[in-house]
């Protein structure tokens, strides 16, 4: 257990339909990631943010994606009108503070789109 | 364009052996080069980090190097176990981004018993 926990674990939705994560990360941590990752590749960047801004987005968040971290704690990732490209496993992870930035990973929410 | 590569998909090695995992990259000038251990259905695991001005980094039974002239680390796993079977990520942190992670595919490491 890395300290990271991620909420719901599996998410089975018919196309069309939105989903939220959620995201819990170390407490004292307060950079944020969320990356996905589709079977046989490692995880991609989506988004990061720092205390509650969201300072940085890739490409590959197009505009049905929604990321916020309100109070600069947990953090949310909302799809919209999911389509099946978007099955995959959508990781959170908070890094140590300090040139590494090695991450500590959630568990992971695996979306399965119908 | 930018890519990380990782030796292959799936290797296979007797217990007791040593495992060698490759990461070749092109196009990056990282700061950090990272690896983690992958289980199925579960998010990474950190296992080491090295620096760009480092050439070797050691845990237990873990060892890695990193050539930035070759563009090249490899992750060692010696005395392997069953239990060391996972996929295997390299992961690199470039110079001057937002410092997230780029990840190359893994290899998936079976160690038989």
């Known amino acids: 257990d890395t300290g990271v926990s991620q909420d719901p674990r599996h998410k089975i939705t018919k196309r069309g339909q939105n989903v939220t994560f959620r995201c819990d990360p170390i407490?004292?941590?307060?950079?944020l990631y969320w990356y996905r990752q589709t079977l046989g590749q490692g995880p991609e960047f989506l988004t990061y943010?720092?205390?509650?801004?969201?300072?940085?987005k890739s490409r590959l968040l197009s505009d049905r994606f929604s990321a916020e971290r309100p109070k600069g704690s947990f953090s949310t990732l909302e799809i919209q009108r999911t389509e099946q490209g978007d099955s995959a496993m959508y990781l959170c992870?908070?890094?140590?503070?300090?040139?590494?930035?090695?991450?500590?990973f959630g568990p992971g929410t695996r979306l399965t789109v119908l | 364009s930018q890519k990380i590569e990782q030796n292959s998909e799936a290797l296979n090695i007797q217990e007791g052996k040593t495992a060698t995992l490759t990461c070749n990259y092109t196009n990056y000038s990282p700061a950090y080069l990272q690896w983690y251990r992958q289980d199925p259905g579960r998010g990474p695991v950190f296992l080491l980090l090295?620096?760009?001005?480092?050439k070797e980094k050691r845990k237990e039974r873990l060892k890695v190097t990193f050539d930035t002239t070759l563009k090249q680390s490899l992750f060692h796993i010696t005395a392997s176990q069953p239990a060391d079977s996972a996929t295997y990520l390299c992961?690199?942190?470039?110079?001057?981004?937002?410092?997230?992670?780029?990840f190359g595919s893994g290899t998936q490491l079976t160690v038989l018993p």
């Open positions: 407490s004292e941590h307060n950079r």
């Open positions: 992870a908070s890094p140590l503070a300090g040139g590494g930035n090695e991450q500590f």
């Open positions: 090295i620096r760009e001005n480092e």
């Open positions: 992961a690199l942190r470039l110079s001057g981004s937002a410092r997230q992670l780029t």
């Open positions: 943010f720092q205390n509650e801004a969201q300072l940085e």
